[in-house]
């Protein structure tokens, strides 16, 4: 019995020797091996593909630079790529200015090309005008989606600023990165596609601000890309706090104020739903009414009317 005890102890010693030098680890194979190249080769020929096209807006925005990109659309297109975070996923990176305005003004100078056709097929000049209402058209549509950005923040940023209230009563002492990581937390069982999606957007901007600036330094950034009356209004007021000065009565004042318009919102909400329920009966009725009829007058004698 001895004899087998010490048999079995040296094959567990050995298969584990062997288990930890993968020995026994499993194998792609040549097949698995060469779908992973492919793969590589894919992803690399997509970004070589992404580079050329990019590089190919930036370009024709060079190109046209005095007539299409002045000083100021330069930096109102760089404050809206960062604040939408328009990227191109390929690169993993943010796009620049040159090639967004790049792209638009691509399909307008196709448009443009296309006009003398318009002459023999006259749907060509269909398409020159959308490309030229797409190119005026498209900074409104992403200063659009600023705006309801920043009505979604106005309303939902009360739950984060909740969560600081407290820290920042304590003045000076404060620190914010736990607490907008334990904000950031709650928002992934958010049910609320649109809220969660820009809360946690802003909430990562503010953390990433946190990390790497004295809180009293990193609040104020959030101003670079966040510049509604709320934000800005909470960055006042977060940074005398963190500054030391003592403010509670603001905080306090910034507090109810968010408090009262949360609860509008949520007013009007509700008085919304309770019209479109209202209208939903009234639409139940109606359909009662008609099968009612339908049926009464089915079981009329023939030719009664």
């Avoid at 992803?43 to 590089?55: F, G, M, S, T, V």
């Avoid at 797409?134 to 200063?143: E, Q, T």
């Amino acid at each position: 019995m001895k004899y087998i005890i010490i048999g079995l102890c040296l094959v567990y010693a050995i298969w584990q020797i062997l288990r930890h030098f993968d020995v026994f680890a499993s194998s792609k194979g040549a097949s698995g091996l060469k779908s992973d190249i492919d793969a590589e080769k894919k992803k690399a020929k997509d970004r070589q593909k992404e580079i050329k096209k990019l590089a190919f807006f930036s370009t024709i925005t060079n190109m046209f630079r005095g007539l299409v990109m002045s000083e100021n659309q330069y930096n109102q297109h760089k404050f809206l790529i960062e604040r939408l975070e328009i990227r191109s996923e390929v690169l993993d990176r943010m796009l620049t200015p040159e090639e967004v305005r790049g792209k638009y003004l691509f399909f307008l100078i196709i448009g443009i090309i296309l006009i003398p056709i318009g002459v023999f097929f006259k749907l060509i000049w269909a398409v020159s005008i959308v490309t030229l209402i797409v190119f005026v058209a498209y900074p409104f549509r992403l200063k659009a989606k600023v705006q309801e950005e920043d009505e979604i923040i106005d309303v939902y940023f009360i739950d984060l600023y909740l969560l600081m209230y407290s820290k920042l009563r304590m003045g000076s002492k404060a620190r914010l990165q736990k607490v907008v990581e334990s904000y950031i937390d709650t928002l992934q069982i958010a049910s609320n596609l649109d809220m969660q999606a820009t809360m946690l957007k802003f909430a990562r901007f503010f953390l990433n601000n946190l990390t790497m600036y004295e809180d009293h330094e990193a609040v104020p950034k959030l101003r670079d890309r966040y510049r509604s009356a709320t934000i800005v209004n909470f960055c006042n007021v977060a940074t005398q706090a963190l500054q030391g000065i003592d403010n509670a009565d603001t905080l306090l004042t910034l507090k109810m104020e968010l408090t009262r318009r949360k609860t509008d919102v949520m007013k009007k909400n509700s008085e919304k739903l309770r019209i479109k329920g209202e209208r939903a009966i009234y639409a139940i009725y109606i359909i009662l009414f008609i099968f009612i009829a339908v049926g009464w007058y089915s079981k009329l004698p023939t030719g009664f009317f």
